[in-house]
């Protein structure tokens, strides 16, 4: 087999929104400072490529599509339907009313008619995920589970809150830890050893442990000790004590402390089986550049591939919601038939074109804006409802205030681009008898992690923060996110409003902002192929303005 070093440059960043108008967004990645690059790399830092960051394809590359390997899943999505209008009174052409209803319901449940038993899972992971509450798979684990056990590499997009970190986990446990298929001989014995199984990287501490006790939930108390979380901001020699003394299969961590302990030695990931990127587009965004090519140099290589050439020694694993092309190209060069998994439906990357950030299906028949409303029904939850609301900067805090109201929203998310303003705004509502926290990179691990708690027990009702709380965060209580400050582009758009309208729940984004910032709603609404009409709140009500 040839090793075909791939030279495509990697250039990891969405379609931008014009830069010119925006804020220039400094961005924190929780424990480090770090500036954002939205359209260009730091050409002092030389170009990014697919071989530096260790994509070295152990495999001969063909160009011949496997289609007949591959199970085709494809059911076609549905746009989602937009409101009835009406026309009202004093010159405002109003709609009827909105209101969330008191308790989340499932509304479109995003369950195939799988059980879990027909994926091939060992029986005892059967008996964890019952006890967990698990019953049915959602789409994206009924496609990702079969496919990964099957040995693939794979690239997972599915949209916010639909069930893509157990997608990956389930396959992890089916084959590491004590949960894992009984032998040939019908052993199933777990022995600990000092080498890592599975490395599972998330771009902020926060996801990092949430992945963790996902984990744990599904291992219970008696084998908690198989993972081990390896976040930043943590005390770090008290990691490495446990790497020493527990010797977990599985670590979850943040770029930054991974590499850390590695380069110090205490990490021994070199015959790891599964690498897993959670939101690979941030992981292998510039901001993490040098963490994860620490990561990448020393986890599990393809030296010990499968003779046969078809089953790879380390899985790799990249998940996202938003998976723009330049993944794609990265996860391209990994040779073993990288596959494309999305719910219901699982393709090879070397079938897939670049027509945009989201829009990573390749195109074949339909309409323009067809295809646009597909895009977007990539990332974001169908059952979402997307508004926009024009307030002068002064009267924004306010104008959420009313919209919590109107909407009867109890648990909420409001973005901001800045700490000093996200500080104001939580000190404004307060000051009008709204309970509301801030939480941003700012604060200690411990202030995140009670003001979390707090908000999650619903004792904190407004919880205003910034990009950092955008992606993988999951409170299913959510039921509204605002955007205070405009996001940077449509795929920080999707992130921030996948906080909301998990796995099937219903679920509002109101995005307020001033009169000449409309154009870049209108350009948000353009690229994600979604409705985002005006509205207001009077009288309590949140009312929809018609367009002329
Ligand atoms: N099969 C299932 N049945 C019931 N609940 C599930 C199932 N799968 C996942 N969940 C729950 O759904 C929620 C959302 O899942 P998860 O966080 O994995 O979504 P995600 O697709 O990774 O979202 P994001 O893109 O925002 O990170 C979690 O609370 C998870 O425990």
Not at 42 to 64: A, H, I, M, R, Y
Not at 137 to 161: C, E, M
Not at 355 to 361: A, Q
Not at 483 to 491: A, F, G, W
Request: aromatic content about 4%; charged content about 25%.
């Amino acid at each position: 087999m040839l090793a075909l070093p791939s030279t495509r440059l990697l250039l990891l960043f969405g379609e931008s929104l014009p830069s010119s108008r925006l804020p220039n967004v400094s961005r924190k990645v929780w424990g480090q400072t770090s500036v954002r690059f939205v359209s260009q790399v730091n050409p002092d830092n030389g170009p990014l490529t697919l071989s530096s960051l260790g994509f070295k394809s152990g495999f001969e590359k063909t160009n011949k599509i496997k289609a007949d390997k591959i199970e085709r899943l494809d059911v076609p999505s549905e746009a989602p339907k937009s409101k009835v209008r009406g026309v009202g009174s004093n010159g405002i052409k109003t709609v009827k009313a909105v209101g969330l209803k008191k308790s989340l319901e499932i509304e479109s449940a995003p369950f195939s008619a799988k059980s879990f038993s027909e994926l091939g899972l060992p029986p005892l992971l059967l008996e964890r995920l019952d006890t967990a509450g698990f019953t049915v798979p959602t789409d994206v684990q009924s496609a990702a589970v079969p496919t990964i056990l099957k040995g693939h590499d794979v690239v997972i997009q599915s949209y916010t809150g639909s069930g893509k970190t157990l997608a990956y986990l389930l396959p992890i446990l089916s084959e590491v830890g004590p949960l894992k298929k009984k032998s040939a001989n019908g052993e199933s014995e777990f022995e600990k050893k000092k080498e890592i199984d599975a490395v599972i990287v998330a771009p902020s501490r926060e996801l990092g442990m949430q992945i963790v006790r996902e984990v744990e939930k599904l291992l219970g108390p008696t084998d908690k000790k198989v993972v081990q979380q390896l976040v930043g901001g943590a005390n770090r020699s008290r990691q490495e004590e446990a790497l020493k003394k527990n010797k977990p299969a599985i670590v979850v961590g943040t770029p930054g402390r991974i590499a850390e302990i590695s380069a110090a030695g205490k990490l021994h990931t070199h015959s790891c089986r599964f690498l897993v990127l959670d939101e690979v587009d941030e992981l292998l965004s510039f901001n993490f550049r040098e963490d994860m090519h620490r990561i990448l140099e020393h986890v599990g290589r393809r030296s010990g591939a499968d003779p046969r050439g078809s089953i790879a020694a380390r899985r790799t694993i990249m998940v996202s919601a938003t998976v723009p092309f330049s993944v794609i190209r990265a996860a391209r060069s990994w040779g073993s038939d990288p596959l494309l998994v999305q719910a219901k439906k699982v393709m090879p990357l070397e079938a897939v074109s670049p027509s945009g950030p989201v829009n990573i299906l390749k195109p074949t028949s339909g309409s323009d804006s067809s295809m646009r409303t597909q895009a977007a029904l990539q990332s974001l939850p169908p059952a979402l409802k997307h508004y926009h609301c024009v307030a002068k900067l002064q009267h924004k805090v306010d104008t959420l205030r009313r919209c919590v109201h109107a909407l009867d929203a109890k648990c909420v998310i409001a973005f901001m681009n800045h700490t000093k303003q996200l500080k104001d705004a939580v000190f404004k509502l307060a000051a009008r008898g709204m309970v509301a926290a801030e939480l941003h990179g700012d604060l200690g691990k411990l202030a995140r992690s009670t003001t979390l708690k707090k908000f999650k027990n619903g004792e904190v009702r407004v919880l205003v923060t910034n990009e950092l709380s955008a992606r993988g965060l999951d409170v299913a209580e959510c039921d509204l996110v605002v955007n205070l400050d405009l996001p940077t582009d449509s795929i920080h758009y999707a992130h921030r409003a996948g906080r909301t309208g998990r796995l099937g729940r219903k679920g509002t984004v109101v995005t307020i902002c001033e009169e000449p910032e409309v154009f870049v709603v209108k350009k948000l609404q353009k690229q994600l192929g979604i409705p985002i009409p005006a509205c207001e709140f009077t009288e309590g009500k949140l009312n929809v303005i018609e367009e002329d």
